[in-house]
């Protein structure tokens, strides 16, 4: 959220060429664009895959807001994916807590587009402890009706007993010095039971995917083998 496909993964697209790559971009993340709903994203990108790759694709690679996603396709089933690598998916239902935390992430975001400091204490409270690398892939023109519409979403994500059916093998990616994704994963461990999991050390949210690039894409091959 708040990033783009291009800020977040141009600095590993170029290692991980042996495969063909699609890079989407989610609405309201790009010009002359709106945001709609998580599940309109989910359709557009399952029309796609359907319409040009019969419906299957070898894997798939979310990070964040877009693990999110990834989590949504694999619960929807519409299509079939045979790898999927989770990078800090955020699935945490935040009940009523919702608003609280959208209207904290339009704050943030606000603060950095006018070239302002957040407060260092909630800024690594959630980022981790040194980690500017989400001010780095910001997408500046994100407007607060996007920010809201998508808080809304991820913040209230459901997951349904359909997702146990899904027949993929499954990664989760995160930081040490984030705390939402673990629960994220335990919340999804309770659907799939032999998701693995890996831990980076002394790394924050998109920390590792931005500073350390060539390490980060290792990774991803060495699962997608």
Same mark, same amino acid.
């Given at each position: 959220?708040?990033?783009?496909?291009?800020?977040?993964?141009?600095?590993?697209?170029?290692?991980?060429?042996?495969?063909?790559?699609?890079?989407?971009?989610?609405?309201?993340?790009? &010009? *002359? $664009?709106?945001?709609?709903?998580? /599940?309109?994203?989910?359709?557009?990108?399952?029309?796609?895959?359907?319409?040009?790759?019969?419906?299957?694709?070898?894997?798939?690679?979310?990070?964040?807001?877009?693990?999110?996603?990834?989590?949504?396709?694999? /619960?929807?089933?519409?299509?079939?994916?045979?790898?999927?690598?989770?990078?800090?998916?955020?699935?945490?239902?935040?009940?009523?807590?919702?608003?609280?935390?959208?209207?904290?992430?339009?704050?943030?975001?606000?603060?950095? !587009? $006018?070239?302002?400091?957040?407060?260092?204490?909630?800024?690594?409270?959630?980022?981790? !402890?040194?980690? *500017? $690398?989400?001010?780095?892939?910001?997408?500046?023109?994100?407007? !607060?009706?996007?920010?809201?519409?998508?808080? *809304?979403?991820?913040?209230?994500?459901?997951?349904? /007993?359909?997702?146990?059916?899904? !027949?993929?093998?499954?990664?989760?990616?995160?930081?040490? *010095?984030?705390?939402?994704?673990?629960? &994220?994963?335990?919340?999804?461990?309770?659907?799939?039971?032999?998701?693995?999991?890996?831990?980076?050390?002394?790394?924050?949210?998109?920390?590792?995917?931005?500073?350390? $690039?060539?390490?980060?894409?290792?990774?991803?091959?060495?699962?997608?083998?």
């Amino acid at each position: 959220m708040a990033t783009t496909g291009h800020t977040c993964f141009d600095r590993i697209i170029p290692l991980l060429n042996t495969y063909c790559i699609i890079l989407c971009e989610v609405d309201g993340h790009y &010009s *002359n $664009s709106s945001y709609v709903s998580l /599940d309109k994203c989910c359709e557009e990108i399952e029309k796609y895959i359907t319409d040009n790759y019969e419906g299957s694709i070898y894997a798939l690679l979310g990070f964040s807001m877009g693990g999110s996603i990834g989590i949504r396709l694999m /619960d929807r089933g519409n299509i079939t994916i045979q790898r999927v690598i989770l990078d800090a998916a955020f699935c945490v239902k935040m009940g009523m807590l919702t608003p609280v935390f959208r209207e904290m992430f339009c704050y943030g975001v606000g603060r950095i !587009k $006018s070239g302002k400091q957040i407060p260092k204490v909630i800024y690594e409270n959630i980022m981790g !402890k040194g980690n *500017n $690398s989400l001010i780095e892939m910001m997408y500046m023109d994100i407007s !607060k009706e996007t920010i809201r519409g998508v808080c *809304n979403d991820v913040y209230r994500i459901d997951i349904t /007993d359909r997702i146990k059916q899904f !027949k993929g093998k499954v990664l989760f990616m995160h930081g040490s *010095n984030e705390p939402f994704p673990r629960k &994220s994963l335990a919340r999804l461990k309770k659907y799939l039971p032999n998701i693995e999991s890996k831990v980076i050390d002394k790394m924050g949210h998109g920390q590792f995917l931005h500073d350390k $690039s060539e390490e980060y894409a290792g990774i991803i091959l060495k699962y997608l083998e």
